[in-house]
């Protein structure tokens, strides 16, 4: 007998209900729904080959290197990540001047990997930057699109920590003198904000 429930698209906003529900939190689905961007910036050594692991440490930033304090969303929020910006921003004595899609800027980092950590689960693993690359983007909708699209909307639940790696191969990446280069990760998606309204 065929599981047909199993092949028919879940929205965004149902799964992120139907992951609470099963981790005990039935009450995020009365919460407003919202457009939810989280983000992190880590400074590299431009051209070096390494892992650059996001969200650990967003505890010790501030704006506009990110936008949360830290690796966790807070009580009564959650997040159906529906697509992934990765970015490079040059900073120069405090001021941005430079920002762009990471492989817009440099080409070569499309063969980066990319995993994606929930609670020490990874549940991305291991995938190419490829998909991002804008001539390789089948599901950007347009050539000039340089976003990764997960194949399912990955989900954050409520105060379950998360990080991000992004493995990088050396590279034709530089920097002048006074620059301090940032490499980038945007998670957007369709997520759930505290109502106190309905939950107070």
């Keep these: 007998m065929k599981n ?12 992120l209900a139907m992951v609470n529900q099963r981790l005990g939190n039935p009450g995020l689905k009365k919460n407003q729904g919202s457009s939810v961007e989280v983000y992190d910036y880590v400074a590299v050594t431009p051209g070096s080959a390494g892992v650059v692991r996001f969200f650990d440490q967003v505890n010790t930033k501030t704006f ?26 040059v900073i120069k004595a405090g001021v941005v001047t430079d920002y762009k899609a990471l492989t817009q800027a440099i080409a070569a980092l499309s063969v980066s990997q990319f995993s994606f950590l929930l609670d020490n689960s990874r549940i ?77």
Excluded: C, W
């Design 124 to 200: 991305v693993k291991n995938n190419s930057l490829t998909r991002t690359f804008t001539d390789l983007n089948t599901k950007g909708g347009t050539a000039k699109n340089s976003l990764f699209y997960p194949d399912t909307d990955l989900t954050i639940p409520t105060q379950v920590p998360f990080t991000a790696e992004l493995n990088i191969p050396a590279n034709t990446d530089t920097s002048s003198e006074g620059e301090v280069v940032y490499y980038g990760i945007h998670l957007f998606g369709t997520g759930a904000i505290l109502n106190l309204k309905s939950n107070v």
């Design 64 to 89: 506009p290197l990110t936008n949360i304090q830290q690796n966790q969303l807070t009580v009564g929020e959650g997040l159906a990540i529906e697509y992934i910006a990765f970015t490079r921003m």
């Design 4 to 15: 047909i429930a199993a092949f028919r698209n879940v929205t965004p906003n149902a799964k």
